[in-house]
C-alpha cells in the first residue's frame, strides 16, 4: 500500500494533468464553435449546388464532359481525410478502421492530415500526394487537392474518386464516411444531412419554360460543354472543401468531448485519492493515540 507521501505526489501530479486536460477543452471548444459554424453554414449552399449538378447530369448527355463519364477500369482513388494531432477520442482510428474494412487493397491514396499519413506508411499502402491544410480551413488548400484529384481522374488510370472522412453530426455524434466525389454523384455528407434523392424536382414530362427543350430541363448557352466546364470543377472543389470542414468540426468536437472526460476523470481519481490519503492518516493518528495510551497505562 501506498505511504502518505506517495498519494500526496499522486494527487498533485494528476491535479497539474487535470489543469492541462482543462485548458485544452477550452482550447478546443473555442475552436469548436467556429468549425461547427463554418461547417454548417457551408451545407445550404453545397446543397444547392448538389441539386443543380444532378439536375444537370439529367438533361445532358455524359459525354458532354469528361468528369461526368464513368471510365471502365483502372484503380480507385482515395482522399482520406484525417486530423494532424491525436487526443480527440476514437475519431482517426474509427475512420481508419473502415479504410481497412472497405478499401480495395490496390487503391491509390491522398491524404489530408498526418494521422492518415502515418496510417497508410505504416500500412504500406500506395501514398501518390500529401496536402497539409490548415486550420481554419482555407478554400485555396482544399482546391489544390480536388485539383490534383480531377487531374488524376482525367489522365486515365483512376476508375473512381471517393473521399474518406468524418462527417459532424453533433457535438456528441460524428460518422465515419467514404463518398464517391468522380464521377459526378449525388453525394450524402451523413444521414441526418443528406444529399440522396435531390435532383428529383424535374419530373419527366413537366412543363417546359419558354425556350427550353421539350420535355423540361435546361437551355445551355452558348454551349453544354462551356457551362459544364465551369460548373463542374466548381462542384468538384466545392464538394471536397465541405467534406474537409465537416471533418475539422468533427474533430474539434471530439477532442472537446474527450478532454473533458479526461478533466471529470481525473478530478474523479482526485477525489479516490483524497479520500484514500485521509484513511491512512486516520489510521496513523489513530495508532499513534493507541500507543501513547499503551504506554500511559504501562506506566501506571
Known amino acids: 500500500m501506498a505511504n ?41 449552399y453545397a446543397e444547392l449546388l448538389n441539386k443543380v449538378l444532378v439536375n444537370l447530369k439529367e438533361q445532358a448527355d455524359e459525354e458532354s464532359h469528361p468528369l461526368l463519364q464513368e471510365p471502365t477500369g483502372g484503380r480507385e ?8 494531432k491525436g487526443l480527440c477520442g476514437p475519431l482517426n482510428t474509427n475512420l481508419l478502421r473502415l479504410i481497412g474494412e472497405t478499401a480495395p487493397a490496390d487503391a491509390l491514396y491522398v ?6 499519413r502515418q496510417y497508410l506508411t505504416r500500412m504500406k499502402r ?26 488524376k481522374f482525367l489522365e486515365g488510370g483512376v476508375s473512381r474518386v471517393r473521399v474518406a472522412f468524418t462527417n459532424f453530426v453533433n457535438t456528441i455524434k460524428q460518422e465515419p464516411l467514404i463518398e464517391t466525389l468522380l ?3 449525388p453525394i450524402d455528407l451523413g ?12 419530373q419527366p ?9 421539350a420535355g423540361g430541363g435546361y437551355l445551355f448557352e452558348p454551349s453544354t460543354r462551356a457551362v459544364l466546364d465551369t460548373v463542374v470543377p466548381q462542384y468538384v472543389n466545392n ?29 474523479q481519481i482526485i477525489k479516490d485519492l483524497t479520500l484514500d490519503y485521509n484513511k491512512q492518516r486516520q489510521a496513523a493518528i489513530t495508532s499513534e493515540l493507541l500507543e501513547i495510551t499503551t504506554a500511559m497505562k504501562a506506566l501506571e
Open 4 to 44: 502518505l507521501r506517495d498519494i500526496r505526489r499522486r494527487i498533485k501530479s494528476i491535479k497539474n494533468t487535470a489543469q492541462i486536460t482543462r485548458a485544452m477543452q477550452l482550447v478546443a471548444a473555442s475552436k469548436m464553435k467556429r468549425a461547427q459554424d463554418q461547417a454548417i453554414s457551408g451545407r445550404a
Open 126 to 151: 500506395d501514398l501518390v500526394a500529401d496536402f497539409p491544410v490548415k486550420d481554419p480551413v482555407d478554400f485555396a488548400e482544399t482546391k489544390r487537392v480536388s485539383k490534383f484529384a480531377m487531374e
Open 205 to 213: 414530362g413537366a412543363p417546359a419554360q419558354a425556350g427550353a427543350p
Open 111 to 116: 491524404t489530408v492530415g498526418s494521422k492518415g
Open 239 to 267: 464538394q471536397l472543401y465541405q467534406m474537409v470542414l465537416e471533418s475539422r468540426a468533427s474533430e474539434h468536437s471530439s477532442r472537446m468531448v474527450a478532454m473533458k472526460s479526461a478533466t471529470d476523470n481525473a478530478k
Open 191 to 202: 444521414r441526418d444531412k443528406g444529399f440522396v434523392g435531390m435532383g428529383s424536382d424535374l
Open 183 to 185: 464521377p459526378i454523384s
Open 77 to 84: 482513388l482515395i482522399i482520406l481525410v484525417t486530423t494532424d
